[in-house]
C-alpha cells in the first residue's frame, strides 16, 4: 500500500464515514489512476475534467455510479491533497426520478415459496414482514428480539441510527422454529458451517451476496418478471401493509419516536394507548375508554405537529411554501374534532333535535351547522385556517376579544 493510499484511508476513517463508503471512494480514486496509468497526485484538472467527460459519454455510467466517483474525487482531491479545482464544482450527476419495482402480496409468496434453503426462507421472510434492509436482517441477534412486546431492535442501520420496528405473530413464531434448529447463542441467521461442524458454534452471520443470490435464483424460478431485488421487499404496497398496520395501531404502547423523520419505521414505547379510528370513536361515546379528565389517551395530528414541527422547520423551512408553514402552525394552536382534536360537550342548548344528540355524543358541533351565538353562551367563531367554532375556553389561535 502506498503512503498516498494509506493517507487517503485515514482521512476517510477521520471523517467518520462507514466502511463500504471509505471502499467505494478508495475505488472511485483507484479507477482514476488506473485510467491514465499514473499516481493520481501526478494528474491535472483538466485531465480530471476529461475523465468525468470519459464517464458519462463513453462508458455511459449511470447517476448513482458516477455520483459514488464523483463524491470519491472530490474528497481525495479537497481534503488529502488540499486542493480547490473548480471542476469538482461543476461536474454533478444527471438527475433522474426512477418507480421501483413493487411486487404484490401473491408475487411475493410466489418468489419466497421458491426458496428451498430454510436460512434463506426465514431470513427474507423477515425482511419483507418487518420492512428491514439486507444487512439488518442478515445481522439480527438473539437479543434484538422483543417477543413480549412483539418489536425487533434494529441496531446501527442506514447512518448508524437504532429503531424499532413492529415483529407480526407469525414471524416471531417462524423466527422462534428456525432459531430451534441451531441455538446459536448470539446469531439468528449464523452463517452455514463444514458438515459435522453445529452452527452454533458459527463466528460471524451469513454472508450478504449468498442472500441476493438466493433471491436473484428464486425471482427467475417464480416467473415473475420484474427488476426486483432484496430491497424491493421493503416497497410493500399498501394491501400487505395493512396487516401491519393494524398490528402496530392494536397494541397499547406505540408512538412516533424522537427522531430526525417520522418515518413509519421509527416507533418506541410509550405508556399511553394508541387506538385505531373505529376505537376511537368509540372512545368518544364510552366512558370507559376514557382517562381519568374525560379525554380520550390517543395520538393526535396537532400532538404530533407540536412535538416535532417547529425541529421540521427550523430545518426544512426555506424549501417549504408560506402555505405549508401556514397551514401546520394552525394546526398546532387550534385543535379541532375534524382535525383529530379534544371533543368537548356541549352545555346547553337551545334545539334539542340537534345540539342535544350532539352533546351525549360528546361532539362539538361544527361552524357550518350551528350559529355561533345560537344555545353557546359566549362562543366565536375562530379566526385560524381551521373555520370551525371554538369552545368557551377560546382557541388558541383566536385573536377576537
Known sequence: MTPLRQRLIEDLQLHGLAAKTQDAYVRAVRQLAEHYAKSPDLITEEELRLYFLYLKHDKLASPSTFSIALCGLKFFYQHTLQ??????????????????????????????????????????????????????????QVSDIDGARRMIHVRHGKGGKDRYVPLPEGTLTLLRQYWSTHRHPRWLFPAPTRAGVPMSSATQPMDESGVQRAFRAALRQSGVHKAASVHTLRLRSGQALAPLVRHALARSGRQLAPHSSLSRSQLAPDHRPLHAPHARRRCARRASYRSGDGVCAVTELADILRAYGPAYRAKFGGRMPASHTQVMRAIEQCRTPALGGTSMPVPTAAKPNTSTTRAATGIVPSASTRTPNAGWRGSSICNCPCRTSCSPLRCPAHSGP
Do not use: D, F, M, N
Not at 86 to 107: D, F, G, Y
Not at 114 to 129: A, D, F, G, Q, W
Open 83 to 140: 486542493r480547490e479545482w473548480t471542476t469538482l464544482e461543476l461536474a454533478r450527476p444527471a438527475r433522474e426520478k426512477k418507480l421501483p419495482a413493487v411486487l404484490s402480496i401473491a408475487e411475493v409468496h410466489q418468489v419466497l415459496g421458491c426458496l428451498h434453503r430454510p436460512h434463506y426462507r426465514v431470513c427474507l421472510t423477515t425482511i419483507y414482514s418487518c420492512g428491514l434492509r439486507l444487512r439488518e436482517g442478515v445481522h439480527l
